[in-house]
Nanobody, 114 residues
Framework: QAQLLESGGGLVQPGGSLRLSCAASGIDIGINSMGWYRQAPGKQRELVAWIQSGGSTNYADSVKGRFTISRDNAKNTVYLQMNSLKPEDTAVYYC????????WGQGTQVTVSL
C-alpha cells in the first residue's frame, strides 16, 4: 500500500521560505501526477500545486509565483519550495496523487507568523 511522509514544515516569519518534502513508498511518483494540498483551520483541504507525470507544473492562483513544485524520481520524493510566505499560507500541508486517491499522510504544519 502506498505511503506518503511529509516533512519540512515549521514556524516562519512573513516573507520567509520553507521547503517541504514528501517521501513516497509503494507508488512511483515519476509516472504519476502528484499534488500538494493544504488545510487551514476551519477550511476545506485545497490543492495548491501539482506536477503532471510528464513534468508540467500548475499552481493555484493564491500561490502562483511564490511556490514551486518539483520531484526527484531517484529519491521518489516530491518537493514544495515556498517563498514569500504569508500568514494566510498557514495550514497543514499534505501531498497525494492528483485526485487525492491515496491514504493521507500525517501532513506537516506550516505556520507563518511574526
Amino acid at each position: 500500500q502506498a505511503q506518503l511522509l511529509e516533512s519540512g514544515g515549521g514556524l516562519v516569519q512573513p516573507g520567509g521560505s520553507l521547503r517541504l518534502s514528501c517521501a513516497a513508498s509503494g507508488i512511483d511518483i515519476g509516472i504519476n501526477s502528484m499534488g500538494w494540498y493544504r488545510q487551514a483551520p476551519g477550511k476545506q483541504r485545497e490543492l495548491v500545486a501539482w506536477i503532471q507525470s510528464g513534468g508540467s507544473t500548475n499552481y493555484a492562483d493564491s500561490v502562483k509565483g511564490r511556490f514551486t513544485i518539483s520531484r526527484d524520481n531517484a529519491k521518489n520524493t516530491v518537493y514544495l519550495q515556498m517563498n514569500s510566505l504569508k500568514p494566510e499560507d498557514t495550514a497543514v500541508y499534505y501531498c497525494n496523487k492528483l485526485g487525492a486517491v491515496l491514504p493521507w499522510g500525517q501532513g506537516t504544519q506550516v505556520t507563518v507568523s511574526l
